[in-house]
């Protein structure tokens, strides 16, 4: 489909919408696919990522699920108050973008693109507002704190009625502020709840600042009517500025969780230099450029789409698509990435992938898809909140009329502190921020997290397996071992073979060749290779030699009698005198396996390794890496009911893979990882994607999944206790309303900070 083609929907028959600023734009085909993406699985129907402003509390995400869900052609919707972000699974044919603007505006929210959002102001709009309205409750906090503490510390007499009325009426005007300005987004979030027939978390917190700030006004006022008693400006500001903490701590955690996506997201570059057949260029928007198109890069920026080197050498940044921190050199018919940054030359690149077809789309998709995903515990605690909301409310008044008879602000004061305490900010915040902290930090670790939930699975896994090929080696040989005939030297053998070896793409060769890297090169006449036997050629006369033929390959190959079975791959050097070497070769053992084998066994997990290679094979390999237990020939049956045999003893089982092979056992198991470079279907079973063959990530997966449980199980522990402990204080009357806002306050600082713990990764030794 042509990117100006307008959609399907707009020549059909869908209902009219009031008008909207961009969104008759919105709805024009080549603006929506800026920030959507085809879904395989369902056929026609397109993922679309919007930002969405407005949201103050975990609680707004079922709102907005609601708003949404049934719109025309929405098949699915996931929203994640954390990141603020909202994802649509829709059918063009059936609905539009614009549709989706104008419901959540109706529910009393503001959606964007999610790329416009990333890359625009109102992100940093709101975080500078929400900045000054915790500057402005912080200083008015002090300044009537200040103004009450006479009033607690005074002993009877010492306040003539004319200075307490004064600095009254001095904390009256200072809370105002903060009344108006610094408590606007708790009022504007219950006041749309309320509208909509809904209790939000900000529904009894908005209640009970309006009672407090009410009745000390009353009493202000009216310093001999009923409520004349006492006041609580300070436990207003106090309760503001502690509750705008905790939020704009939260607002740090996800913008610092969500940095590595941003980042991604925002690494492309807006425009490039698109190079025309008749050499001359012009500078075009990044979304313009298609395949076969050339591209000419400046050391400095960053490769737009994925494409192959066809003029100039450089040096590109790759670590934040794979981990690896070393700039690796590239030069002419060399790939390169999308989202790598090129380091020293000028370069010149034909585009050979572009957009989601890049491996920097794939990763981008996979860590959106991510981000949106919700633990099952995190959907259990937004289910419950608005029934528990209900009951704080119906307890609140309850309260107040219990203690009524002892006097209209004692019970007001009850009743405040009892809405105040029992917010369950720290609740709804125990989990999301713990996982996404979690996720966060293994993103900037290389290591993607396609599934939230997995990291309460990863929490629980004993035992770890591995394939072979391709997962805990590498996929080039080399060798291992060599023998020569007597007379001739190891280092003679080698340079012989490796001048045979350079003229052969042969996997066998390719190791040859590495292993004779120093050597002495010679020159070789009559040079030919046989396909599927080896490579023979004419040493010429040398020192006094006269001129003889060397042959490099198999025994049959070199005239040599058939050897018996080997343990390992061989190639074998013959001359005319007969045998002069043989080459033992093996698989690479993958960088970093040893580490990954050694840290895995300090967390006490069994490791194993499967694979469909030769037995023998397998076990050597296995031991190489210091694992035990090892099976081969194993089809992706056998693995599949080798798995299944392991979760029915209660076994909890992680399996590595690369394979298409691996998909049903990566499928089957508690939690799948596979590396950066496995082929699509193995990444698509997978929890967790561990970018540049990284094999030690394997380790920094489990035991962050390990470290995540502990926090959420903190962070959980925290919250019922402290509800536990300060509701019936709050019901008996021994807890102030100041007392109540600290405590609520603590309690969801507590779960922020404790969650923020995850955001680095601990150093290993």
């Known amino acids: 489909m042509q990117a100006a083609t307008l959609s399907p929907l707009l020549a059909g028959d869908v209902p009219a919408c009031a008008p909207h600023e961009g969104a008759a734009a919105i ?10 993406r085809p879904v395989a699985a369902r056929p026609g129907c397109w993922e679309s990522y919007l930002a969405i402003e407005g949201i103050y509390c975990a609680g707004c995400s079922l709102t907005i699920e609601q708003a949404l869900t049934g719109l025309p052609g929405v098949a699915e919707v996931d929203v994640n108050g954390s990141t603020a972000t909202a994802r649509l699974v829709w059918n063009p044919a059936q609905g539009r973008p614009s549709q989706w603007l104008h419901a959540l505006e109706r529910a009393g929210y503001r959606g964007l693109p999610a790329g416009d959002q990333l ?7 709101a975080q500078r507002l929400l900045l000054w309205r915790w500057l402005v409750a912080g200083f008015c906090m002090m300044q009537v704190m200040m103004y009450a503490l006479p009033a607690y510390i005074a002993e009877p007499g010492d306040m003539t009625p004319d200075v307490a009325a004064l600095l009254r009426w001095a904390s009256w005007l200072l809370t105002l502020p903060v009344l108006l300005f610094s408590c606007s987004p708790f009022f504007s979030s219950a006041w749309r709840d309320l509208r909509h027939g809904r209790i939000g978390m900000d529904v009894p917190v908005s209640i009970g600042i309006l009672i407090a700030f009410g009745a000390s006004t009353a009493a202000t006022f009216d310093p001999q009517g009923p409520l004349g008693g006492e006041v609580w400006y300070d436990s207003v500001t106090m309760f503001v500025f502690f509750l705008l903490s905790g939020r704009l701590l939260e607002q740090r955690l996800r913008d610092r969780t969500a940095g590595s996506l941003e980042a991604l997201m925002r690494r492309l570059p807006d425009t490039v230099e698109r190079v025309r057949a008749d050499g001359s260029s012009e500078r075009v928007p990044v979304r313009r450029i298609g395949v076969g198109d050339h591209v000419r890069l400046q050391p400095g920026e960053v490769f737009p789409a994925d494409g192959e080197i066809l003029h100039g050498d450089t040096q590109v940044d790759e670590a934040l698509l794979t981990g690896e921190s070393t700039p690796v050199p590239r030069h002419k018919g060399q790939p390169v990435i999308a989202g790598s940054c090129n380091l020293s030359g000028t370069v010149l690149v034909a585009v050979q992938r572009v957009g989601d077809a890049t491996r920097f789309g794939q990763i981008v998709a996979l860590m959106e898809r991510a981000s949106h995903e919700k633990p099952a515990i995190a959907r259990l605690a937004d289910r419950i909140a608005s029934p528990f909301l209900g009951a704080v409310l119906v307890a609140a008044a309850a309260a107040a009329w219990w203690w009524w008879p002892q006097g209209p602000g004692h019970a007001l004061g ?7 305490v029992t917010c369950p900010c720290a609740l709804s915040l125990a989990t999301p921020a713990a996982t996404l902290a979690a996720a966060g930090a293994l993103a900037r670790r290389g290591i993607l997290v396609r599934r939230l939930e997995a990291l309460e699975s990863g929490a629980t896994v004993d035992t770890v397996i591995f394939d072979k090929t391709g997962t805990l080696t ?6 291992r071992a060599m023998r020569t005939r007597d007379g001739t030297s190891q280092a003679e053998a080698l340079t012989l073979a490796g001048a045979l070896a350079r003229h052969s793409l042969h996997p066998a060769s390719r190791a040859i060749v590495a292993s004779s890297v120093g050597a002495p090169e010679i020159a070789l006449g009559e040079v030919q290779e046989h396909a599927g036997q080896g490579v023979e050629g004419v040493l010429p006369a040398l020192a006094g030699h006269t001129p003889r033929r060397v042959r490099l390959g198999s025994a049959s190959f070199c005239g040599l009698r058939p050897a018996t079975e080997a343990e390992t791959p061989q190639v074998f050097l013959a001359d005319d005198r007969g045998w002069v070497a043989t080459f033992d070769l093996d698989e690479n053992l993958r960088t970093g396996a040893l580490a990954a084998v050694a840290g895995l066994r300090r967390m006490g997990a069994q490791l194993e390794v499967l694979s469909g290679d030769q037995t023998p094979a397998v076990q050597r390999l296995a031991g190489r890496a210091g694992i035990q237990k090892a099976l081969g020939r194993q089809t992706p049956q056998d693995k599949l009911d ?5 979760q029915a003893a209660g076994r909890r089982v992680a399996m590595v893979g690369d394979g298409m092979n691996d998909g049903p056992v990566l499928a089957r198991a508690d939690v799948s990882i596979a590396l950066g470079e ?11 994607i561990i970018q540049g063959g990284q094999l030690d990530g394997v ?9 995540s449980r502990a926090v959420v199980r903190q962070n959980l522990f925290w919250a019922a206790a402290y509800n536990a402990v300060c509701v019936p204080l709050a019901v008996a009357g021994m807890m102030p309303p100041w007392l109540a806002g600290l405590g609520m306050a603590a309690s969801s600082l507590f779960v922020v900070l404790n969650a923020a713990r995850l955001a680095r990764l601990p150093k290993v030794a």
């Open 678 to 688: 496995a082929v699509p279907v193995a990444q698509a079973r997978s929890d967790f």
């Open 119 to 125: 890359a625009a102001v109102p992100r940093r709009q």
């Open 699 to 707: 380790a920094v997966v489990l035991r962050q999944a390990r470290r």
């Open 474 to 479: 590498t996929d080039r040989i080399a060798v």
């Open 414 to 420: 009850i009743a405040v502190a009892i809405l105040i």
């Open 27 to 36: 709805d024009l085909r080549e603006e929506w696919e800026t920030f959507s």
């Open 642 to 646: 080798h798995v299944a045999q392991l």
